[in-house]
């Protein structure tokens, strides 16, 4: 950052969404959770699944013979999809605590893809402010496209291959097996 500047937080927006599953055992939850949860963009279903962008706008201004940077607004979005039990109160008290447990892996994970979503928006709205003048706005836009693209790319493989690590949440207890 240029000192004596300071900029805004990227604008955030978080949501949940549920699917539900019915059952007295942790086969039955599996499996229904392994039909009914959300798919990634490769079609694999998963228990629970994180979707996060980033979306930047910004104005530029010609003057002085050069483009600068006026004003940068950064949106970052993550929505997250987990299951939830409909009958978990007449569940076996050993299943409802599995159950609990694996809530907590998913709120882990989930907690992991938001900070790395935050993290791209920050970066991109640091980034984009502090780009050097340009001769043409043209030259600029490109340049704070392809710079901010590079960072969210950076970062979605970034979590990507988290969850890759992970076995998508398996090895992290987003699991009822």
Request: glycine content about 8%.
């Amino acid at each position: 950052m240029a000192a004596g500047i300071g900029y805004a937080e990227p604008i955030t927006r978080f949501g949940s969404s549920y699917y539900y599953v019915e059952g007295s055992s942790a086969l039955v939850l599996t499996a229904q959770m392994e039909n009914k949860g959300p798919a990634d963009s490769d079609g694999r279903h998963h228990i629970a699944y994180t979707k996060w962008s980033v979306q930047w706008r910004f104005r530029h201004n010609m003057s002085d013979g050069v483009c600068k940077m006026e004003k940068v607004s950064v949106l970052v979005g993550v929505t997250a999809v987990r299951p939830r039990w409909r009958d978990e109160k007449k569940g076996a008290a050993s299943l409802k605590k599995r159950w609990k447990q694996m809530i907590e892996a998913i709120d882990r994970n989930e907690a992991h893809h938001k900070q790395e979503a935050l993290e791209a928006g920050k970066q991109i709205e640091d980034a984009l402010n502090t780009l050097q003048p340009t001769k043409t706005c043209e030259e600029l836009t490109d340049t704070a496209n392809r710079v901010a693209s590079g960072i969210l790319e950076k970062h979605k493989k970034a979590s990507y291959e988290y969850d890759k690590s992970i076995d998508y949440g398996r090895k992290n207890g987003v699991t009822l097996m």
